[in-house]
């Protein structure tokens, strides 16, 4: 039995039309739509609330918690808001509520004059740089935690946690199919590449997100219950289940935002398959950072991506048989056939009309 979550990072224009990243944006801009936004008692314990208190709901603010020179949070500098589903024994169930908190979001937003964007790279502030520069305290929380040294990254790139679980995985099985994703990743990414654009125009390559992300955070993480189990590397596969509900679950963080749902239904069918598929062998403890660059800047067009893509998909749907989700793939094989991405799209509107904003503010047209 499979269980399904995502995790989807939402960016804004503000009501002048700029670009709401942490440099244009406060905290109680996005804690306003927050604040609107229903509660769903129902929800917990499936769902982490976190020592900060800010995850209270379905819908929460993503960025960098401040702090004063102890554990008390201050501030947090903004990129955005999260929107998390609650877990589903099937994917159209996930599909559909993410879709519902997604238009959820738009109507209480435009209450405020901001709209949904999609973004995977901050389009033109590469570099987060925290001000006031972090005090004692903060420096010694980032270095106890090799991961959150990565912050930088973290506030200038947009992307979804596929969540996926099979009940029964022994621990073992659980960190082969992290290792797994993680080895494929490569392959797995172009699907959902949507991030063309960098420090104010277009960057040459697909993703700018996957070229400097993938390999300085992880591709796949593994949700585990004992310290012992636990995998030492940089970046981690592996990492402490922080409630029960945890246990056991594989993220796909690997991937770009995607503004057509349908793509996430694809790609947790695409996880679901090669979970079962015993044929692909291919299995690393670390993102290949090298490959996942070349995947960055080419795509579909480069051979080698393009021939393992094929057969990973291929893997995946023989897997599944004749599993009803197996539909899902489908929207795959599309833009598999034609070579192109959702970044393809966005260059051309940009060459077009010449305005990020404009191109940006096109997008989530399905919804």
């Known amino acids: 039995m499979f269980f399904f979550g995502i995790e989807h990072e939402v960016a804004f224009l503000n009501k002048e039309g700029k670009f709401a990243d942490f440099y244009h944006t406060k905290f109680a801009d996005f804690n306003q739509i927050i604040e609107r936004l229903p509660t769903y008692p129902s929800d917990y314990p499936q769902l982490r609330v976190g020592d900060a208190g800010i995850k209270m709901k379905r819908w929460y603010i993503e960025g960098f918690e401040r702090f004063a020179n102890s554990d008390k949070v201050i501030d947090c500098h903004v990129k955005g808001i999260e929107i998390r589903t609650t877990i589903h024994s099937d994917i159209q169930g996930a599909i559909t509520e993410l879709s519902e908190s997604f238009h959820l979001l738009r109507e209480v937003a435009a209450n405020f004059g901001l709209s949904p964007v999609l973004v995977s790279f901050n389009p033109y502030n590469p570099v987060f740089e925290p ?46 199919v992290g290792r797994k994703l993680t080895y494929y990743s490569p392959y797995i990414v172009p699907f959902s590449y949507s991030s063309p654009f960098y420090n104010g125009g277009l960057w040459d390559g697909l993703s700018v997100r996957t070229f400097i992300r993938t390999g300085k955070r992880p591709a796949a993480l593994v949700f585990i219950q004992e310290q012992e189990q636990l995998i030492n590397s940089i970046p981690s596969l592996t990492k402490i289940a922080r409630i029960p509900a945890e246990v056991g679950r594989i993220e796909f963080k690997a991937c770009d935002s995607c503004d057509n749902f349908f793509i996430y ?91 990020i904003e404009e191109v940006i503010r096109q997008t989530y047209q399905v919804y």
């Open 265 to 355: 239904a694809a790609l947790l069918t695409l996880l679901k398959g090669l979970v079962l598929d015993e044929t692909l062998l291919g299995r690393a403890t670390v993102p290949d950072a090298a490959l996942h660059q070349l995947s960055a800047k080419e795509g579909f067009d480069n051979e080698d991506i393009f021939s393992n893509a094929t057969n990973v998909l291929q893997a995946a749907e023989l897997a599944l048989e004749d599993d009803p989700d197996v539909h899902y793939l489908t929207p795959l094989k599309v833009l598999l056939a034609k070579r192109k991405t959702r970044s393809h799209e966005l260059i051309e509107m940009f060459h077009s009309i010449s305005s």
């Open 131 to 176: 001000q006031p520069p972090l005090n004692h305290y903060e420096i010694k929380q980032l270095e106890a935690y090799p991961d959150e040294q990565t912050a930088n990254i973290h506030m200038v790139t947009y992307g979804p946690d596929l969540n996926i679980s099979l009940a029964d995985l022994s621990t073992e099985d659980v960190i082969d």
